[in-house]
């Protein structure tokens, strides 16, 4: 058995990866196998999937999960409502239901010609089979369509990436087939490796001052929603679009409803945190 | 037959440290180790990690076992020997079928052991192609540290430590789920207080259903009905505070915090006692501003999920007798045990969260409470099992 063929994922200009994370990719490329990815919002799970995309120059074919997602739209949907309609009004042969069998993502990643690579995001939020649903198919690599007696076979199988908040736990027959990474939330330094491909010209010094207001930030524990990477990025954003001097930026936080998103979050702030002199308001911070 | 005691006992090791491994897991790294995805012990680390650790809360578990297995091997070089050597194990590039995998999975490990015993038997006399991995060596595909080609990121992790110091500095301690709690924690497992589309009723028009189903009835409309997808779980959460609570502090107000901030509720409502629930509830900590019990019980509906926080230590009388309250003043008319009791008939679902280990539970108040609600740790596996308890159902 040999390995050589295979894609590596080495990363990708635009996103900064770790090397555990990287060699998990590349096991769950090497052993065909779903990459699961874990960590909290803004730690760049979504981003991981285009980077693999990108780096090994592959389509990627994302498929959003919501509360209502069903294991069988992923597969094929039978547009009934058209034939419908096509046999009332229209000139088409309804008798060939096979225009109306329209592929869903993981159909059009196994029917590609060419190995994709497969986003399904946020697959938490789908009810608590949706993982056990799909379990057949992604071990077979194909599926049957009884409507036109098909069977759907993967030319290549798609590089997976399924990424999760941990809202609902994962079913563990589901788990069993996964390679499984966790990315921790970026301490300083690599947030500031993160901040620098978004902004590669920022001044030291508004940076470590924004970084350490941030971390501070999260330190509070009564907050619906603490800020992540994504709020982190749109602030510093706003700092320099606004011309912040960096002194200001832990004393005032200057723009702070780019960080604190949720109003509750926001009011708790200001009013157990900040005080009021003249006009301004400034947190209680000892600088 | 070293050899298989090494490989065995690594996955002893995981059992004995909790790390949840499973034999379909197991065969997946040797599966991965026959590709030659590693070259080294510091790879190896993680591709065992990726493979058979399946949460962050056992990342630490594996720590753990990884350095108990591995200890005493500081020198990478003599690692990198030891691990190939072991690598090169003629087990390790035993591919199986998937007939032999299910069966494998049936079996417990002990069979799993002799069968891999026979195994080895049979294939010590084989040719072993030495150089297969050694030849590998430095050329992993799996991005050695130090490989910087342009144009590529590679972040974080400061250069030079080995997967022992990695292991060593365990910094995924407090993603454990059986330690301490902290409030991200603690919001994980009340995440688990859904009931979304498998309860109540159907209420709600699902249109696309409808269109399908009517589609499908050649144009004849059909109506279809589905359940609510909104969270409908309310919360009540009575807290003992002061006494012999005190030390609890710091965690009671986690928990309170958590399920503060915990935005998924329909409704989240708390009062706090002290000792035990007589005629009254206090809406604040320094217990000042009453609410009467039975108020409370006449105005809540009885689906809200009932937490309830306490030592359930106190004196028999506390418990049991009229006026038995700590406090004076508080004059109870009617014996805690009763008000507790009303409590428990009142509310469908209901638990009680006890900070106290539970090898000091025996205790008289603490057994009688426990009889009327349904006793928990409060330590996040506690709390999981709390969770599901109330929203099992009924
Ligand atoms: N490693 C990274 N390198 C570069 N940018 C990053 C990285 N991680 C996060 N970001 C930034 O943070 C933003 C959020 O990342 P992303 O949407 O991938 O997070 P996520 O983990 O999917 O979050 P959620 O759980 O909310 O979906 C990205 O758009 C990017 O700007
Ligand atoms: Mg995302």
Request: hydrophobic share 40%; proline share 4%; glycine share 6%.
């Given at each position: 058995?040999?390995?050589?063929?295979f894609?590596?994922?080495?990363?990708?200009?635009?996103?900064?990866?770790?090397?555990?994370?990287?060699?998990?990719?590349?096991?769950?490329?090497?052993?065909g196998?779903p990459?699961?990815?874990?960590?909290?919002?803004?730690?760049?799970?979504?981003?991981?999937?285009?980077?693999?995309?990108?780096?090994?120059?592959?389509?990627?074919?994302?498929?959003?999960?919501?509360?209502?997602?069903?294991?069988?739209?992923?597969?094929?949907?039978?547009?009934?409502?058209q034939?419908?309609?096509?046999?009332?009004?229209?000139?088409?042969d309804?008798?060939d239901?096979?225009?109306?069998?329209?592929?869903?993502k993981l159909?059009?990643?196994?029917?590609?010609?060419?190995?994709?690579?497969?986003?399904?995001?946020?697959?938490?939020?789908?009810?608590i089979?949706?993982?056990?649903?799909?379990?057949?198919?992604?071990?077979?690599?194909?599926?049957?369509?009884?409507?036109?007696?098909?069977?759907?076979?993967?030319?290549?199988?798609?590089?997976?990436?399924?990424?999760?908040?941990?809202?609902?736990?994962?079913?563990?027959?589901?788990?069993?087939?996964?390679?499984?990474?966790?990315?921790?939330?970026?301490?300083?330094?690599?947030?500031?490796?993160?901040?620098?491909?978004?902004?590669?010209?920022?001044?030291?010094?508004?940076?470590?001052?924004?970084?350490?207001?941030?971390?501070?930030?999260?330190e509070?524990?009564?907050?619906?929603?603490?800020?992540?990477?994504?709020?982190?990025?749109?602030?510093?954003?706003a700092?320099?679009?606004?011309?912040?001097?960096?002194?200001?930026?832990?004393?005032?936080?200057?723009?702070?409803?780019?960080?604190?998103?949720?109003?509750?979050?926001?009011d708790?702030?200001?009013?157990?945190?900040?005080?009021?002199?003249?006009?301004?308001?400034?947190?209680?911070?000892?600088? | 037959?070293?050899?298989?005691?090494?490989?065995?006992?690594?996955?002893?090791?995981?059992?004995?440290?909790?790390v949840?491994?499973?034999?379909?897991?197991w065969?997946?790294?040797?599966?991965?180790?026959?590709?030659?995805?590693?070259?080294?012990?510091?790879?190896?680390?993680?591709?065992?990690?990726?493979?058979?650790?399946?949460?962050?809360?056992y990342?630490?578990h594996?720590?753990?076992?990884?350095q108990?297995?591995?200890?005493?091997?500081?020198?990478?070089?003599?690692?990198?020997?030891?691990?190939l050597?072991?690598?090169?194990?003629?087990?390790?590039?035993?591919?199986?079928?998937?007939?032999?995998?299910?069966?494998?999975?049936?079996?417990?490990?002990?069979?799993?052991?002799?069968?891999?015993?026979?195994?080895?038997?049979e294939?010590?006399?084989?040719?072993?192609?030495?150089?297969?991995?050694?030849g590998?060596?430095?050329?992993?595909?799996?991005?050695?540290?130090?490989?910087?080609?342009?144009?590529?990121?590679?972040?974080?992790?400061?250069?030079?430590?080995?997967?022992?110091?990695?292991?060593?500095?365990?910094?995924?301690?407090?993603?454990?789920?059986?330690?301490?709690?902290?409030?991200?924690?603690?919001?994980?497992?009340?995440?688990?207080?859904?009931?979304?589309?498998?309860?109540?009723?159907?209420?709600?028009?699902?249109?696309?259903?409808?269109?399908?189903?009517?589609?499908?009835?050649?144009?004849?409309?059909?109506?279809?009905?589905?359940?609510?997808?909104k969270?409908?779980?309310?919360?009540?959460?009575?807290?003992?505070?002061?006494?012999?609570?005190?030390?609890?502090?710091?965690?009671?107000?986690?928990?309170?915090?958590?399920?503060?901030?915990?935005?998924?509720?329909?409704?989240?409502?708390?009062?706090?006692?002290?000792?035990?629930i007589?005629?009254?509830?206090?809406?604040?900590?320094?217990?000042?501003e009453?609410?009467s019990t039975?108020?409370?019980?006449r105005?809540?509906?009885?689906?809200?999920?009932?937490?309830?926080?306490?030592?359930?230590?106190?004196?028999?009388?506390?418990?049991?007798?009229?006026?038995?309250?700590?406090?004076y003043y508080?004059?109870?008319?009617?014996?805690?045990?009763?008000w507790?009791?009303?409590?428990?008939?009142?509310?469908?679902?209901?638990?009680?969260?006890n900070?106290?280990?539970?090898?000091?539970?025996?205790?008289?108040?603490?057994?009688?409470?426990?009889?009327?609600?349904?006793?928990?740790?409060?330590?996040?596996?506690?709390?999981?099992?709390?969770?599901?308890?109330?929203?099992?159902?009924?």
């Amino acid at each position: 058995m040999n390995n050589d063929g295979f894609d590596q994922f080495k990363g990708s200009s635009d996103y900064v990866t770790s090397e555990p994370l990287r060699n998990a990719v590349n096991v769950s490329i090497a052993l065909g196998r779903p990459l699961l990815i874990r960590g909290e919002p803004g730690t760049g799970k979504t981003l991981l999937a285009h980077s693999i995309a990108h780096g090994l120059r592959k389509k990627l074919i994302i498929w959003n999960i919501k509360s209502t997602t069903k294991a069988q739209e992923g597969l094929y949907v039978y547009d009934t409502v058209q034939r419908l309609n096509d046999s009332r009004f229209g000139d088409r042969d309804v008798s060939d239901i096979k225009q109306y069998i329209k592929l869903g993502k993981l159909g059009q990643a196994f029917a590609s010609p060419e190995q994709v690579v497969l986003l399904i995001d946020e697959i938490d939020k789908a009810d608590i089979e949706f993982p056990n649903d799909l379990l057949n198919e992604l071990d077979e690599m194909s599926f049957y369509i009884p409507e036109t007696n098909e069977t759907i076979t993967a030319i290549h199988w798609p590089i997976a990436v399924i990424t999760s908040n941990a809202e609902k736990e994962l079913p563990d027959a589901f788990l069993r087939r996964c390679i499984f990474h966790y990315i921790e939330f970026p301490d300083a330094n690599l947030m500031e490796e993160i901040v620098r491909v978004h902004f590669p010209d920022i001044k030291n010094s508004l940076l470590h001052e924004a970084l350490k207001a941030f971390y501070s930030l999260r330190e509070i524990d009564e907050f619906r929603k603490k800020p992540s990477t994504s709020e982190l990025i749109d602030w510093i954003r706003a700092l320099i679009a606004g011309g912040v001097a960096h002194e200001k930026i832990s004393s005032e936080i200057p723009f702070i409803g780019t960080l604190l998103k949720k109003e509750t979050d926001y009011d708790y702030f200001v009013n157990n945190h900040m005080t009021r002199i003249g006009d301004t308001f400034f947190t209680r911070w000892r600088r | 037959m070293a050899k298989i005691d090494m490989f065995t006992d690594f996955f002893y090791t995981l059992r004995k440290r909790k790390v949840p491994v499973s034999t379909t897991e197991w065969m997946t790294l040797m599966e991965a180790l026959a590709k030659g995805c590693i070259s080294n012990l510091d790879e190896f680390y993680y591709l065992a990690r990726a493979i058979l650790v399946k949460s962050e809360a056992y990342y630490d578990h594996y720590d753990v076992a990884f350095q108990e297995y591995f200890k005493g091997i500081e020198a990478p070089a003599e690692i990198s020997e030891q691990i190939l050597e072991w690598l090169k194990g003629p087990l390790n590039r035993m591919t199986l079928t998937e007939e032999e995998q299910a069966l494998l999975d049936r079996m417990d490990f002990e069979e799993l052991i002799k069968e891999f015993e026979k195994r080895l038997k049979e294939q010590t006399e084989q040719h072993n192609g030495g150089g297969y991995w050694i030849g590998r060596g430095g050329t992993s595909p799996f991005g050695h540290s130090g490989y910087h080609p342009a144009g590529i990121r590679i972040g974080g992790e400061s250069r030079g430590r080995h997967a022992i110091q990695i292991a060593q500095e365990r910094r995924f301690r407090n993603y454990r789920s059986d330690l301490t709690l902290d409030v991200r924690q603690i919001k994980m497992a009340l995440r688990g207080l859904r009931e979304l589309s498998r309860i109540g009723p159907e209420d709600e028009l699902d249109l696309e259903e409808t269109i399908d189903a009517t589609a499908k009835n050649a144009g004849e409309i059909e109506l279809m009905w589905t359940r609510s997808r909104k969270n409908a779980v309310k919360v009540l959460l009575l807290m003992d505070v002061g006494g012999s609570m005190e030390p609890f502090a710091l965690l009671c107000s986690q928990l309170f915090s958590a399920a503060h901030s915990s935005s998924h509720f329909k409704d989240f409502q708390y009062f706090y006692f002290h000792n035990c629930i007589y005629d009254n509830l206090y809406q604040d900590i320094e217990r000042q501003e009453a609410i009467s019990t039975d108020y409370l019980l006449r105005t809540m509906e009885p689906d809200y999920k009932l937490l309830l926080v306490g030592d359930a230590r106190m004196s028999p009388w506390e418990l049991m007798e009229r006026y038995g309250a700590i406090n004076y003043y508080e004059r109870n008319e009617t014996p805690g045990i009763v008000w507790l009791k009303r409590i428990t008939e009142h509310f469908t679902h209901s638990v009680w969260l006890n900070p106290d280990n539970p090898s000091i539970w025996p205790h008289p108040t603490v057994q009688m409470i426990g009889k009327l609600f349904p006793m928990f740790e409060l330590t996040l596996d506690g709390l999981g099992q709390a969770v599901k308890k109330l929203i099992v159902k009924k």
